[in-house]
């Protein structure tokens, strides 16, 4: 390990105020305890339905920690900051699980503040929002089933449809990339399809939209040949995140449930092994595709910076970025910005209340790797002790 250029925690934590590493020491010491993140996540719920005066607590601790702040004027103090070491924004408005037509209509409308926002910007080069987002979860499962639509839900669809083509038209207008993420694989197929029809449209040039591919998913090596199969065809470019993915317990137990194989790779191991082979083909296909790395995993990101040497790809060629969420695996963002190549944060924002089910979700995912939490603990331990000294 002494080897990794992951473990230089002096240029990884050098934005942290003693007191914000102690603050992160102490929350990732805290969410290393599963039972105590129950115990919070259950009481943090029940303070903010019973509008008891929390919100300066949650604030002060875990949301400034993970998020750049409740709106995008309140976030660039954040953003500056983050560009002054080389490191790029990604704001995610996340504010999650909306089901009616005016949520979806206010997120659109958000999706384009925040590109006019980040329009002259060099620190914000790319927007990001989720698919139900601007549409009813039912509504892209059953489209991704193939059932018929009723008349209303037609119109409701067209309106789903809508509201994509507006957000990347204004990211192409405003030369602004756009993410959009990754959701379960039962509503993902009709996500797919619409993006890829985005993609035709928007990616003749240069690359604007991208879809996220779900690693673990061990379908999706497959699903990037055929679509790439297509993008030459029809004489688009593909642009594409690859992250592992967040939805495996639901997956599996979905899958159980209804009696058909489960989507996901049999192994962790598998996951990462699938990872890296999308990665490389990816790299192998650059003429025709724009890789968004979307990973907390140093092995992963070591082994990108390899074959962008082997391959004498420029680190600042922008068809190639590292991404992390704001927050988390500061060691891996900072360090690769220091050594020049193209690294963005995703960067939550939002009202308090509404960000967190993002807090808790975050905060449960942590306490289920728990490698993760244990290489953060070692790393800040390691430069609170690097500054005693």
């Known amino acids: 390990m002494a080897a990794s250029p992951f473990n230089n925690t002096e240029r990884a934590f050098a934005l942290k105020s003693d007191s914000e590493l102690e603050r992160a020491y102490f929350l990732f010491k805290m969410i290393s305890k599963e039972p105590l993140v129950r115990i919070g996540t259950a009481m943090t719920k029940f303070a903010l339905n019973a509008n008891l005066p929390v919100e300066g607590l949650i604030r002060a601790t875990v949301f400034d920690h993970f998020c750049g702040g409740t709106s995008e004027d309140d976030c660039l103090p954040t953003v500056d900051r983050l560009y002054e070491a080389g490191v790029s924004s990604v704001l995610d408005f996340s504010v999650e699980g909306k089901e009616e037509e005016e949520q979806f209509e206010l997120c659109m409308n958000k ?3 925040i590109t006019a926002f980040a329009k002259d910007k060099e620190a ?19 489209v991704t089933e193939g059932k018929e639509l009723s008349i209303s839900e037609s119109s409701e669809w067209d309106r789903v449809v809508e509201r ?15 993410l959009i993420d990754g959701e379960e694989s039962w509503m993902q197929g009709a996500a797919d399809d619409l993006v890829a029809a985005m993609m035709a449209k928007y990616n003749k040039e240069r690359v604007v939209v991208y879809n996220t591919l779900q690693c673990y998913r061990w379908d999706r090596l497959d699903y990037l040949k055929k679509l790439h199969v297509e993008a030459k065809a029809r004489k688009f470019k593909i ?11 639901k997956e599996n137990s979905r899958a159980k449930e209804k009696g058909y194989p489960t989507p996901i790779c049999a192994s962790k191991q598998a996951t990462d092994d699938n990872f890296n082979t999308v990665m490389r083909y990816m790299f192998e296909h650059l003429e025709d595709i724009s890789i ?30 590292f991404g992390q969420l704001y927050g988390m695996s500061d060691h891996i963002s900072f360090n690769l910005a ?32 728990a490698g993760q939490t244990n290489r953060e603990l070692e790393l800040l331990k390691a430069e609170k002790k690097r500054r005693k000294l």
């Open 111 to 113: 999706i384009l503040e």
């Open 124 to 142: 914000m080069p790319i927007v990001v929002f989720k698919p139900t987002g601007v549409g009813r979860f039912a509504l892209w499962q059953k």
């Open 164 to 178: 994509i083509d507006i957000i990347c038209n204004a990211c192409a207008v405003s030369d602004i990339e756009v």
């Open 239 to 249: 642009g594409m995140k690859i992250v592992r993915g967040a939805y495996m317990e």
């Open 292 to 321: 968004f790395l979307g990973t907390h995993n140093e092995d992963s990101c070591m082994l990108a910076t390899q074959i962008m040497d082997e391959m004498n790809i420029p680190k600042t060629d922008n068809q190639v970025w």
């Open 338 to 369: 220091a050594d020049g190549y193209n690294v963005a944060k995703y960067v939550p924002f939002g009202p308090v209340k509404d960000v967190m089910p993002y807090l808790i979700r975050r905060a449960e995912e942590n306490t289920s790797v």
